[in-house]
């Protein structure tokens, strides 16, 4: 596929994303798509798919904006940030409504026109302290004193 076309499906699979249009997201992919950094998800389109419900129950108001869509060959980069709030249940989690914006990047392998290999990378720490899956970090004290190195 022509590297303009890798682009244009990967602005388009954000666009159904942001529609909340399942199948139309989800046609960017092969049927037996190989997914990295996506959790505990099956295999394939069904484990994307349902993944996508999970979110969609948890965020019901969720969205991504790219920032940036780059291409060689058949390898896309899309690198976005997520904006939901937390209004369902996620991961066992109840919703807190809390705010949250995590930054990630999706890495797509493409082949005959559909991605094969998707991997993600997203900055967890923001996500899940956001919904209460981990503690917040605390800030720096400028005042604190400095620890030394043995």
Same mark, same amino acid.
């Given at each position: 596929?022509? @590297?303009?076309?890798?682009?244009?499906?990967?602005?388009?699979?954000a666009?159904?994303?942001?529609? $909340?249009?399942?199948?139309?997201?989800?046609?960017?992919?092969?049927?037996?798509?190989?997914h990295?950094? #996506?959790?505990?998800? $099956?295999?394939?389109?069904?484990?994307l798919?349902?993944?996508?419900?999970?979110?969609?129950?948890?965020?019901?108001? @969720?969205?991504?904006?790219?920032?940036?869509?780059f291409?060689d060959?058949?390898?896309?980069?899309?690198?976005?940030? #997520?904006?939901?709030?937390?209004?369902?249940?996620?991961?066992?989690?109840?919703?807190?409504?809390?705010?949250? *914006?995590?930054?990630g990047?999706?890495?797509?392998?493409?082949?005959?026109?559909?991605? *094969?290999?998707?991997?993600?990378?997203?900055?967890?720490?923001? #996500?899940?302290?956001?919904?209460?899956?981990?503690?917040?970090?605390?800030?720096?004290?400028a005042?604190?004193?400095?620890?030394?190195?043995e």
């Amino acid at each position: 596929m022509p @590297r303009d076309e890798n682009i244009k499906a990967v602005q388009l699979a954000a666009e159904r994303y942001n529609a $909340k249009d399942i199948e139309g997201y989800l046609t960017l992919y092969d049927r037996g798509v190989l997914h990295h950094g #996506f959790g505990n998800v $099956k295999p394939g389109v069904g484990g994307l798919r349902e993944q996508f419900q999970q979110i969609l129950r948890g965020f019901p108001d @969720r969205r991504i904006d790219s920032q940036d869509i780059f291409c060689d060959g058949e390898k896309v980069a899309h690198r976005y940030t #997520f904006y939901a709030r937390h209004k369902g249940e996620y991961m066992g989690y109840a919703a807190t409504n809390n705010f949250v *914006v995590a930054p990630g990047v999706l890495l797509h392998l493409f082949e005959r026109g559909k991605c *094969v290999q998707v991997w993600q990378l997203i900055d967890n720490v923001r #996500f899940l302290a956001a919904i209460g899956a981990m503690p917040k970090l605390d800030r720096p004290n400028a005042d604190a004193p400095s620890v030394a190195a043995e």
